[in-house]
């Protein structure tokens, strides 16, 4: 029997996602609260689906990719949520940066029902789910990542079996948090280089030539080549704006998570106040 997919969750990186799944072949049922995008999705082949209860009873694998903790919870539980709808033996993909207790408070809730679940955390990006080369990094039982492979392959170029369930959003937040730490370097210390008067380019000729200045970094430090009067506008000060306010939302899980394992993260504490700066976004109140 062909895999019927599921997704949850069609923002900047969900959408590229599902549209993904789409594409491979797979029979696909799409579910946000925007109109939109879910016109968009049925557009290019997928089906629609009025509730979270509605989709689960119609998929064997559900992709969950929404904002954070208390999404989560509004997407799987009650009368009308995933749990409500699942059939035995399917699987919930919970894509979402949140913390593990979450998942496997999720987890344990969907084993009561037959339900299996995974936390499938994703980097790589809007680009990446678009181009198909995001990696995964996924929680769980093997059988239950067994049963989703083929959705994830059509979004993924490499898919890590991380462990136990919450594992796979662990490993997210500790590459997350060496992310932003690293944005924040790369930042100040282009502020600094040129501030001094040095040469963009021999700034980036020798941190590159010295394993310092990664792809990830270069590319991010495009935002700060934008010229003042286009970067300070309108539009790109809105898209700023939401990648700082997931840089603070995920920094603020990761601290979280740190104070559960009794971890002291004063850089992750100083990055996560810092994001509206290192970004680039003009709000006094965050900077």
């Known amino acids: 029997m062909a895999l019927r997919a599921g997704f949850v969750g069609l923002g900047n ?3 590229p996602m599902a549209e993904r799944l789409v594409a491979g072949g797979l029979e696909t049922t799409v579910y946000d609260l925007l ?3 879910v016109r968009d999705l049925v557009a290019q082949g997928a089906k629609a689906a009025a509730s979270p209860r509605e989709l689960a009873a119609r998929c064997d694998v559900i992709g969950v990719c929404v904002r954070d903790d208390a999404d989560v919870r509004a997407v799987v539980y009650g009368a009308e949520g995933l749990l409500a709808g699942a059939g035995r033996g399917s699987v919930i993909a919970l894509h979402s940066t949140v913390l593990p207790g979450t998942v496997k408070e999720v987890g344990a809730a969907a084993a009561q029902r037959g339900v299996g679940v995974v936390d499938a955390c994703v980097s790589g990006g809007e680009a990446g789910a678009r181009q198909g080369t995001l990696t995964y990094m996924v929680g769980g039982a093997a059988s239950d990542l067994e049963k989703c492979r083929t959705a994830f392959e059509t ?4 898919i890590v079996h991380t462990g136990p369930l919450g594992t796979g959003v662990a490993v ?3 590459n997350n948090l060496m992310t932003y730490l690293a944005w924040l370097s790369a930042f100040e210390a282009n502020l600094l280089a040129r501030a001094s008067g040095l040469g963009q380019d021999v700034f980036e000729e020798v941190t590159r030539a010295t394993g310092v200045l990664t792809d990830p970094m270069l590319a991010f430090l495009a935002i700060h080549k934008v010229p003042d009067e286009l970067r ?3 539009g790109f000060q809105a898209r700023l704006g939401r990648f700082a306010t997931l840089a603070e939302k995920d920094l603020a899980v990761t601290l979280a ?3 559960e394992n009794g971890v002291a993260l004063p850089g992750a504490g100083l990055a996560q106040q810092l994001m509206a700066r290192v970004y680039g976004l003009e709000d006094p109140k965050r900077r």
């Open 13 to 15: 990186i969900g959408r």
């Open 35 to 37: 109109e939109p995008p």
């Open 155 to 158: 979004s993924g170029k490499r």
């Open 172 to 174: 997210k937040l500790c």
């Open 232 to 234: 300070r506008g309108e």
């Open 257 to 259: 998570f740190a104070r």
